[in-house]
């Protein structure tokens, strides 16, 4: 099992920045995909970006392409989500996830931190 550790959130205006911190302990050689989802009430999660521990691989959802930027400390063992020109729909609790499938879809990730709040003032 992995643990992950979320923080960085907090309260913008809107065209803000925030700057997410997942920071992953224990059998962390079993992962090789780390990933950010974000979840609204009342809506299921969704992916927003993920990357590989090498760098080599990194997407994005569209909704973020151009304004979010992941990457990873491996010294540190630390994924970051550098976020900017954030708007209010992007007020969510941001998941950190890891996986060992370069994918979208939830289902993939076995391991969660638990949540840090990104709120953009509307």
């Known amino acids: 099992q992995v643990q992950l550790v979320d923080s960085g959130g907090g309260l913008v205006q809107p065209g803000g920045s925030l700057r997410l911190s997942c920071v992953a302990s224990g059998r962390t050689w079993r992962t090789t995909v780390m990933a950010w989802f974000r979840q609204v009430p009342g809506k299921e999660r969704e992916f927003v970006a993920q990357t590989t521990w090498n760098g080599d691989h990194s997407n994005y959802a569209d909704s973020v392409k151009g304004r979010f930027a992941i990457s990873e400390d491996n010294a540190k063992n630390t994924v970051y989500l550098q976020m900017t020109n954030l708007k209010p729909e992007d007020a969510a609790l941001y998941y950190c996830?890891?996986?060992?499938?370069?994918?979208?879809?939830?289902?993939?990730?076995?391991?969660w931190g638990q949540g840090t709040q990104g709120a953009v003032a509307s």
């Open positions: 996830a890891a996986g060992s499938t370069l994918s979208s879809e939830v289902r993939h990730y076995y391991d």
